[in-house]
Each structure stands twice: as C-alpha cells, then as structure tokens.
C-alpha cells in the first residue's frame, strides 16, 4: 500500500515562529502535493512539485515556501506563522500527473 | 475564484436513503473528475472517478453522473449506510498541455451524516 506519512498530526505555534512541516511519501512517486483544508473552502492547492528541486505555486502560496531535496520528502515552510494560518494542511503523492493522489492523514496548524 | 463548485455543504439522509451531492465547473480544460471521502481524523481518499467522455460510472453502491455540456458532475449513494458518514469532496484535474497538468482543484466539500 501507498503510504503517505506527514510527521505531525497536531502542532501549536507562535505568531512570527518558522514552522517546518514534513511530509514523507515510500512508493518512489514523482509527484508530490501541499493542500490546506479550511471548512466551507475545501482544499486548496498551496505548492506541488513534480520532481527533485522543481517546484511550482499552487493557488495560494503566499505565506508559503517549499523544498525537495529527495524524491520521497517535500517539505512546507511557513517562513513567520501567521493566525490566518491556522488550518488543515495535507501532503499527497501521485506516480505521475495522470495517476490517482494518495494523501497523508494531515497536521492540524494552531497557530496562537 | 472558485473554479470548482460543490453542493450542498451538509446533507443529513436516513439509512437507505439515496444522498446526492452535485459539481459544477468552468475551465474545459478539465479532463478527469474524481470523488474523494474523508473520514473524520484521515486524509481523503480517492471513492471513484469518471473522465468526461462517459455519462455515467457506477462502481458498488457510488454512482458518478456528468453532464458535458452543462459542465456538472455529481455522486449519488445507493442505499446509503450509516458507515458512509463522511466528507465528500469532488475535485477536477487539468489535463495534458499545460504546466498545470494533473492539478486537482477541489470543491469546497459536502458534510454527509446518515441516520440509522
């Protein structure tokens, strides 16, 4: 089974902290995808990459940066965490653009 | 901007009842609708998808309905169960020739309780 794993399933910040959330995919997919879940808005595409140091914005990225490093890791930085980033955030994976997303089980922001 | 339009947010059927959650898009540039269930505490998962040159898919008890030329799609649950209490999010996927190929864009999400 694909396996989607995202380090933290709930974390606390501060205002202004620089917030590092990792996600971790073992099924050597090239794709790879940060979304934020918010009630009424359903998710939205932050940032994806399609490969090992590509990366492309997604509908929201302001606030946001990434890195990919290795295939199976695609990190999301939050350079100063700001309260409107409070939310639901998921990282998901996919062999290629045209194949089914697999997605991780989310870490829920607070940032306070 | 909404791309993708889903409807209704909450929806409360009894056990056995056939819930119906309805997707309208704008960019014809879409190629390939999936349906996704969340549980609560989970990610979501894909339920079943259909590609626009079929007007219906039914796998199990799921049903996928789309309509072309109106530019809507929609999940309709047979004899629904108590077990399919979840969120349901419909979702599009640009397809080939741009540099948004395989971006999913999602709807805002539908709330599903099924009632004993």
């Known amino acids: 089974d694909v396996k989607v794993t995202q380090s933290s399933r709930y974390l606390v910040k501060r205002t202004g902290e620089k917030v590092f959330l990792e996600c971790v995919q073992d099924?050597?997919?090239?794709?790879m995808f940060w979304y934020r879940q918010d009630p009424g808005l359903g998710l939205r595409l932050i940032y994806f990459?399609?490969?090992?140091?590509?990366?492309e914005k997604g509908d929201i990225p302001e606030g946001y940066s990434v890195s990919r490093e290795k295939k199976e890791r695609f990190s999301l930085i939050l350079e100063s965490a700001s309260t409107n980033q409070t939310s639901m955030y998921l990282c998901?994976?996919?062999?290629?653009?045209?194949?089914?997303?697999?997605f991780g089980q989310g870490t829920r922001l607070t940032v306070v | 901007q909404q791309q993708v339009k889903q409807s209704p947010q909450s929806l409360i059927v009894q056990k056995g009842g056939i819930p119906i959650i309805n997707c309208a898009y704008e960019?014809?540039?879409?190629?390939?609708f999936p349906w996704y269930q969340q549980f609560p505490g989970k990610g979501p998962a894909l339920l079943i998808a259909?590609?626009?040159?079929?007007s219906e898919k039914k796998e199990g008890r799921f049903t996928i309905s789309f309509n072309k030329s109106a530019k809507q799609f929609s999940l309709h649950i047979m004899d629904s169960q108590p077990g399919d209490s979840a969120t349901y999010f419909c979702?599009?996927?640009?397809?080939?020739?741009?540099?948004?190929?395989?971006?999913?864009?999602f709807g805002q999400g539908t709330i599903l309780t099924v009632h004993p």
């Open positions: 979702a599009a996927r640009r397809g080939a020739g741009g540099t948004s190929y395989g971006k999913l864009t």
């Open positions: 259909i590609r626009p040159d079929v």
């Open positions: 998901a994976s996919s062999s290629t653009p045209n194949t089914e997303a697999f």
């Open positions: 960019n014809t540039a879409f190629d390939y």
């Open positions: 099924m050597d997919h090239e794709n």
């Open positions: 990459s399609y490969d090992v140091k590509m990366k």
